[in-house]
Structures are given as structure tokens and as C-alpha cells.
């Protein structure tokens, strides 16, 4: 079974020494959010996910969640209810929601901190409570005040949880095929009639009541996504003044077998007639639901950083554990029978990978954490505008690239390990097993590409990557004459000039052939990520040599730094050419001629 030990220290350094997050907090209204409060819930998180989650991730991986086709009943795995009434009884699921809806009001930076923790101990389990957030969120911004009392503080306290319910199964991406439908009652209700596919956590026995967060059509709505609208509807009935019910007519016909987080119930959800409630206006439903997905896909993106973590803690203790052969160029270990395996270069170059991976990613997702603190508390409106728009540049890099490289670091993890890496034993072909979806649901990976080379970029004639290279060049002027940081700084100005150079290309050839843009799209999406993760290396090397830790931990972030430009960040050049190819050998083939 494999192990987890919370990274706190590399956390605490990205928190406090990278990002400031200190007077940041300060800053935005946080007045008792100093260092000793975050210390101590980053401490509390650590154990639980630690001691609670972690021992279970195996057991939820055998045995699974078991679904009663008689009652529509779905059973977690072992263990797991117990978590959650620990979860909820320390209040962690309104860790940063208001206050007035019993929340600790905590910054939304701590919350995605939080998310790596449980996720890393244990991706399944956290799949339980990670849409209740979503839901409150939605229903803040877009609910009648009767709802918010209704519902927000139940899935704020956990003792409710939510869902989010798009996909049909003859619909995924786009919803404006969706079928189900929503007909108005006369006491103001609606009913909702269809069938939901791949709704995490839709059905299970946590919790008491599940409030499911449905897309639906009135039958007024004009065709395709503008005629979609936004319903809550609840497990079990509640009345406008808060009186829970009979069980409504919504009813799990089944869950999905799975390569991967067994433990996590993933439904097929019929609506018969349920009773459920509109949410906004009438046939705006996207934009409601889109407050939704939008958080989630940031914290998709860090479940592949903390499956990333540990993995990497395992294949690193392996790697350390290991004899077999011996070093290249002579013993490193002559009173042993053989060498650790961490001698070799290639075994050294797959660790180093993944380490410059999770901590660049890290920065990458928390701070886009720290924009969405920025854009809801900041008292300047032109700061708020300037975090929204860097979020929504971020947020498909953070979804996108931590998901990939979350498949890639647990691959190498696995390839450290050998032949045991590929049997149960040692828990770390579940890791990559559990990876596979996270660059799926939420949004593949070319959806997120699409997002940002389209909306975040061509719709915005670049107004995020501006914003970004312009914060590149601010670090970059600070810095001048610091000769410890030249080494990086050159390359990393030179990297940011090529890619405003290769947008703009890029946005030119689509002008006058939209394909374009979806044939560079993926690569675009990379190309930008391990840009992004050179301006963090950069940052974290002048933030350990100003720090106050030890000679050790600067040398290491200094030596990965230099891993990551040397062998890392030339992955662009790759990418560059791929989107410089166009799309002409991407399109020219005729459907028919890929073959039988």
C-alpha cells in the first residue's frame, strides 16, 4: 500500500515565501488569518488526511462503492462515513465559505491547500464533498433569498452535499442537446423529467439529503444552449420554509464501472417528475452552472497535483530503497551488495521530472487560487477586474496541464518501480489509474485547450496573457542585477517574447482559417504551461536565496530550477513547431480514409 506524508514544508514556502500570502491576506479584509491560524489548520489538515483518508484509499479501490438495483441505494466503501462525519464535524467543508452561511470565512487559497491534502490521501473520497462547494457557490450568486436559507447551510455544514448535473448520455460537451426537460407547476415548482450520466457523488449514504443542481430546458426555450436553464433539485423534498419531505421522484439507476476511483460513486440519474426549483432566470442556466464548473475545474486540476505528490513520495522512498546494479561510474555503495537505483541518470531524471512538476504546479494553482481571493475581496475595482481576468487566463492551464503532467508524473512513479509498480501491492498502479479521469471529467484536456486559445485568448485579443508576461517582466526588472537569478531570468524573458510572438501568429492564421485554432490548441495549452512553470522556478529560487531557510532546501530548489530549464522547458520547442505546422495535415485526410 503506498504512503502519504502532507508536504507542508514545500506548502508552507509556496504560501508565505512565494506568494506572500501573509499580507496578501491582510491586505483583503482577513484580519485573523495570520501565520499561527494557517499553521495550525495546515497542521489539523495534514493529519487527518494523513491518519484518516490515506488508510483508506486501498480499501476504497478494492472494494468499491455497491450499488442496490432494488432501491436505487448506493453504499460507500468502508470507512468512509466515518471520514466524513470526522470531515464534517471539524468544519472543513466550509473551510472558506461566509460566515453567514456557517462557514469559517477563510481564504479560497487555503481551501485549494486543503483539496491537495484530501485528494492526495485519498482522490475518491474527496470526490464526495468537492461539488457541495460548487453548488454553494452557484447558489450564493444566482439563488432566491428563500433558496440560500433553504439550502446553503446544509451543504455548508456537510451535513447536506451537492452535485452537478450536466452530462446526458447522448450529450456531453455540448448541452445544447441536452433533452432533459422542466415543466412549470402551479404552486411555482417545476417538474424535471430526463436522465443524467457520470453525476459524482449523485447517490450515496453519507449524508442524509442530496441537492442535485440539474440543466434542464422550460418548453418555451429557443434551441441550443441559450434555452438552457438551472434547477435545484433535492433527494428528498424541502419546502420553501425548510421542511424536508417525502424522497422525491429522483432515483440512481445505476453506477459506473470504472478503471479508476472505485470509491467515488459516479450515477446515472433518472428524473421523473422530480420536483425542483429555478435557479436564475429562465433559460440562463450556463451562466449559473458555469460559477460552478469553474471551481471545479480548479480543484480537478489539483487532484492531479496531490496524485502527483504521492506518487513521487513513493517512487522517491523506492528509488532510495532499491538495490539493483551499480552506479555507471563506479560503487556509490561498495559495503552494499548493489547500488540504489536513485544512482542512475534515468531513474534520476524521471524523479527530477516529477519534483519540478509538483512544485512549479503548485505556485501555478495556488496561485490562481489567490487571483479568485483577489477578484472577491479586493476593495479596487480595477484589481478585481484584473484577477478575473487573469483566473479565467489561468484557470484552463491549471485544469489542463496539472491533469496531464498528473498522468505523467504517476507513470513515471510507476516506471521507477518496475514490475512492482504494475501490481497491487504496493498501491502505485492506482494512482495512475485514478489519474486517467481527472483529465476527462470537468472538461477534457482539449476542452480546456479550446477555452483558453479561444475565450481566454482570441475573444480577449490576449488580454490575460498580457497580464501575465506583464507580471513575468515586472519579476524579471526586479531582478536585474541579481547574478544568482541570470541564469534564468534570460531564458525566461526570452520564452515570454516568443510566446506573445507566437499568439499573435497563431490568432492571424485563425482570421482567415478558423480550424486553426483548434489544431493548435493542445499544444498551445502545454506551451503555455511550461512557460508558466518557468516564471515560478524563477520565482522560487529568488524566494529561497531571500529566505530564511536552509543552505539545503535553496540548493535543491536552485538544482531543480536548473533541471527544469535545461530539460523541461525545451519541450516548447516542440509544441512550437506543432502549432506553427498548422492545420493543413490535420484536416486534409477525408473522414472516410482513416479506415474500415
Known amino acids: 500500500m503506498s504512503s502519504y506524508k502532507a508536504p507542508l514544508e514545500d506548502i508552507r514556502f509556496a504560501l508565505f515565501d512565494v506568494l506572500d500570502a501573509e499580507p496578501l491576506f491582510a491586505r483583503l479584509g482577513f484580519a485573523d488569518v495570520n501565520r499561527e491560524l494557517v499553521d495550525a489548520v495546515l497542521d489539523e489538515a495534514a493529519r487527518f488526511s494523513e491518519t484518516v483518508l490515506a488508510p483508506l484509499n486501498a480499501i476504497g479501490d478494492q472494494i468499491g462503492c455497491t450499488y442496490d438495483k432494488a432501491s436505487g441505494d448506493v453504499t460507500a466503501p468502508p470507512g468512509f462515513k466515518q471520514a466524513f462525519e470526522q470531515f464534517v464535524e471539524g468544519g472543513w467543508i466550509g473551510l472558506t465559505n461566509a460566515p453567514e452561511h456557517g462557514g469559517q470565512g477563510m ?290 492551464i491549471s485544469k489542463g496541464c496539472l491533469t496531464e503532467w498528473g498522468i505523467e508524473n504517476t507513470y513515471n512513479a510507476v516506471q521507477c518501480f518496475g514490475g512492482h509498480g504494475y501490481i497491487t501491492e504496493h498501491g502505485i498502479e492506482q494512482l495512475a489509474r485514478d489519474a486517467r479521469i481527472t483529465t476527462l471529467y470537468e472538461g477534457t484536456t482539449g476542452i480546456q485547450s479550446l477555452d483558453l486559445i479561444g475565450r481566454k485568448t482570441a475573444a480577449t485579443q490576449g488580454a490575460g496573457l498580457k497580464l501575465f508576461i506583464a507580471e513575468v517582466e515586472a519579476f524579471a526588472k526586479q531582478h536585474e542585477g541579481d547574478s544568482a537569478l541570470a541564469e534564468f531570468i534570460a531564458p525566461l524573458r526570452a520564452k515570454c517574447t516568443e510566446w506573445g510572438k507566437l499568439t499573435i501568429e497563431t490568432l492571424q492564421r485563425a482570421a482567415s482559417n478558423p480550424e486553426e485554432l483548434g489544431a493548435a490548441s493542445t499544444d498551445y495549452m ?33 538544482d531543480t530550477a536548473r533541471f527544469y530549464f535545461a530539460r523541461m522547458l525545451p519541450r516548447t520547442l516542440a509544441h512550437k513547431a506543432a502549432i506553427e505546422a498548422g492545420a493543413a495535415s490535420l484536416m486534409t485526410l477525408d473522414a472516410g480514409a482513416f479506415g474500415d
Open 526 to 558: 502545454f506551451y503555455s504551461g511550461y512557460v508558466v512553470l518557468a516564471y515560478w522556478w524563477a520565482r522560487s529560487v529568488a524566494a529561497a536565496n531571500a529566505s530564511g531557510r536552509s543552505q539545503a532546501f535553496k540548493d535543491a530548489k536552485r
Open 107 to 396: 481564504p479560497t487559497v487555503l481551501g485549494g491547500v486543503l483539496t491537495e491534502l484530501v485528494d492526495a490521501a485519498n482522490l475518491a473520497w474527496g470526490n464526495f464533498p468537492m461539488l457541495s462547494h460548487g453548488a454553494v457557490v452557484a447558489l450564493e450568486e444566482y439563488g432566491e433569498d428563500w433558496q440560500k436559507d433553504v439550502f446553503l447551510k446544509p451543504l455548508v455544514a456537510g451535513t447536506w452535499t451537492g452535485t452537478m448535473c450536466l452530462t446526458e448520455p447522448h450529450c456531453g460537451t455540448d448541452l445544447g442537446l441536452l433533452k432533459t426537460r422542466a415543466e412549470p407547476q402551479a404552486d411555482g415548482s417545476y417538474s424535471v423529467t430526463g436522465t443524467k450520466i457520470f453525476i459524482t457523488a449523485g447517490e450515496h449514504d453519507l449524508v442524509p439529503n442530496i441537492i442535485h443542481l440539474v440543466l434542464a430546458k422550460l418548453p418555451d426555450a429557443p434551441p441550443g444552449a441559450k434555452g438552457i436553464s438551472l434547477f435545484v433539485v433535492p433527494k428528498f423534498k424541502v419546502a420553501r420554509d425548510g421542511t424536508v419531505g417525502e424522497r422525491n421522484l429522483v432515483r440512481c439507476g445505476a453506477i459506473e464501472h470504472k478503471m479508476g476511483i472505485h470509491g467515488s460513486a459516479t450515477c446515472v440519474m433518472n428524473f421523473d417528475g422530480a420536483e425542483g426549483y429555478l435557479v436564475g432566470q429562465p433559460h440562463k442556466g450556463l451562466q449559473a452552472m458555469f460559477v460552478m464548473m469553474n471551481s471545479a475545474r480548479l480543484g480537478v486540476g489539483v487532484q492531479g497535483l496531490g496524485l502527483s505528490e504521492r506518487a513521487y513520495q513513493n517512487a522517491l522512498q523506492y528509488s532510495r530503497e532499491r538495490l539493483q546494479s551499480r552506479s555507471l561510474s563506479g560503487p556509490k555503495y561498495p559495503d552494499k551488495p548493489a547500488d540504489p537505483i536513485i544512482v542512475q541518470p534515468d531513474v534520476r531524471r524521471m524523479l527530477l521530472a516529477q519534483k519540478a512538476l509538483i512544485e512549479g504546479g503548485r505556485l501555478l494553482s495556488l496561485h490562481a487560487y489567490s487571483q479568485l481571493d483577489i477578484a472577491e475581496r479586493s476593495q479596487d475595482p480595477a484589481e478585481r477586474e484584473r484577477a478575473n481576468t487573469l483566473l479565467g487566463f489561468l484557470t484552463p
